[in-house]
């Protein structure tokens, strides 16, 4: 069983139409360089955040599930089958928010939008992978890690 899934976002067209509008006030700035110029390098940042958060694809491979932003993927993630315990479909919550990011208590999250996600458990590590397809995402892990139906992993010991 193969897993790819991408997920697009809508953040990153409000990134670009704030980076056009910056563009258009710096060529209207065309008196004021130095206003031009702080304009200018917004819209950069405005695009920048847009090339990179545009979508997040999540590719199951042999011995990990990869995590990539993009369509320019500054920002990947490699979670090895064998350091997941526990795999559930779960909720993010506003506090989780969207992006990359870490909160106390409550782990890391790789999110771009919405508030479906996968809910990995790394030993005492908690990390939730945002997705549109939830049901098929936990699937797919609970059969790499060798789960049961709720994801957690069976330990099989020797009999003495």
Known sequence: MQYEHTQTGWWHRIFLAIAAVLVLGALLARGEPAS??????IAAVFLLCALV????????????????Y????????????????AVEPARSSVIDGWGIHYIPG????????????VKLTLGKRVI????DDVERLAEFLRTKIG?????????QHDAP
């Open 70 to 85: 993009g369509p320019l993927p500054l920002f990947r993630k490699r979670i090895r089958y064998r350091d997941i315990t």
């Open 128 to 131: 939730r992978v945002g997705t």
């Open 147 to 155: 789960g049961d139906e709720k994801g957690q992993v069976m330990l």
């Open 36 to 41: 031009a110029w702080v304009a200018l390098s």
């Open 106 to 117: 409550r782990g890391w999250t790789y999110n771009l939008w919405g508030f479906g996600c």
């Open 53 to 68: 958060f545009g979508s997040l694809t999540v590719r199951g491979g042999v011995d990990a599930i990869a995590l990539r």
